[in-house]
């Protein structure tokens, strides 16, 4: 097992990777890394979410960052908010004993004149959304002109949240100046395309194998009547007493229903939802951190960039399409060797999912009588 010395990170950045307990490189951070430190290079890395990406590549663009220099160098982009807002905190995190980075964070759903007010600090990293990265470009809010280094992150998520026409406009001001590294869980045509388009045919690749399940979670289903659906997942929550889990649903819709049905019967429950402004995002997820909220009724967007430790369980009260999704949703529990429970609730036409499920990860999923 390789060292983030030995993969040539410096000593300040690795005296604040102790300091947040993060000893040993994963796989994605021992392979990546030694490529995007040494060399100029685009680069595409084909990882699942939870792998330490965010060290991936925040590790290796620190290195290249000048302090000295008060333009933005580095450009990273992600399909989120939350997941904007985590960056730019790890980013700051690694940097406790270096020299000082600045780093900022703008996303839709927040007062671009705050954002504005704030660009004009000095900047060296910029993490955005791609739509309010857009729109400061078009007020000549923000320059790139300096950018030497651009990160997509989760590109897929991008693609699929329809963010082509913005990361298009992106890439094309700083396709000429910059190395570009590109993240992805998976790669559909939307993400091949960009990489022929943008990224140089001799890009770096590294791709990681899909590895089963977490072998600390259990999976279980439970078949009812969609009618008695609340009902049962009513009978799974008393059951779990004080525990705190994630429920997620398919739609926003569906999100706001499941959350107000949660708190008529006196339930701890708070939504998340993509439509929601950023202000109530903010205090649900605080009430949810502090474990004033027990439940939070969640979509699989908004849920990207959450971190909460701790979760006993997670629902899929409507079960996702994408094996991403599932693996994703489930994934939020049984973490630092702790042990978890995912469970779905299905009709007896979904059958067929949960068989996919098993035969895609070779899992069991057991049956639970409602």
Request: hydrophobic share 40%; with cysteine.
């Amino acid at each position: 097992m390789s060292t983030f010395s030995a993969l040539g990170i410096s000593k300040p950045l690795i005296k604040g990777l102790n300091e947040l307990g993060i000893k040993t490189p994963s796989e994605i951070q021992e392979k990546a890394i030694p490529i995007l430190v040494n060399g100029e290079t685009d680069f595409v890395g084909q990882a699942q979410t939870g792998t330490g990406k965010t060290a991936a590549f925040g590790l290796p663009l620190l290195e290249h960052i000048d302090p000295k220099q008060e333009h933005i160098q580095a450009l990273v982009l992600a399909p989120t908010r939350e997941l904007c807002q985590q960056i730019a905190k790890q980013l700051f995190k690694f940097t406790k004993y270096s020299e000082k980075v600045f780093t900022e964070a703008v996303f839709g759903g927040a007062r671009i004149e705050e954002q504005i007010s704030r660009l004009r600090r000095p900047t060296q990293v910029l993490v955005a959304t791609p739509g309010r990265l857009v729109d400061l470009l078009q007020r000549k809010a923000v320059s790139l002109d300096h950018v030497h280094i651009v990160v997509l992150d989760e590109a897929d998520e991008m693609l699929s949240m329809g963010f082509k026409q913005d990361l298009n406009k992106i890439l094309d001001h700083t396709a000429t100046k910059s190395n570009k590294w590109l993240f992805s869980a998976t790669m559909p045509e939307g993400v091949k395309k960009m990489i022929q388009t943008y990224l140089s045919q001799k890009a770096a690749r590294v791709e990681l194998k899909k590895k089963g399940a977490n072998e600390n979670i259990e999976y279980q289903f439970v078949i009812s009547d969609p009618k008695d659906k609340v009902k049962v997942l009513l009978s799974f929550l008393q059951a779990q007493g004080a525990n705190r889990g994630l429920i997620f649903c398919n739609t926003k819709a569906a999100t706001n229903t499941l959350s107000k049905q949660l708190q008529s019967k006196n339930i701890a429950a708070g939504a998340l939802e993509g439509d929601m402004k950023q202000k109530e995002r903010d205090k649900v997820m605080r009430a949810f951190k502090n474990e004033s909220l027990q439940i939070l009724v969640s979509t699989d967007v908004a849920a990207r960039g959450i971190d909460v430790k701790g979760l006993s369980y997670v629902v899929h009260y409507q079960v996702p399409e994408h094996l991403e999704y599932f693996t994703h949703r489930s994934g939020r529990t049984g973490r630092a060797g702790a042990n978890g429970l995912s469970l779905c609730l299905i009709s007896e036409a979904e059958i067929n999912r949960i068989r996919f499920y098993e035969q895609s990860l070779k899992i069991k999923m057991t049956r639970i009588k409602d």
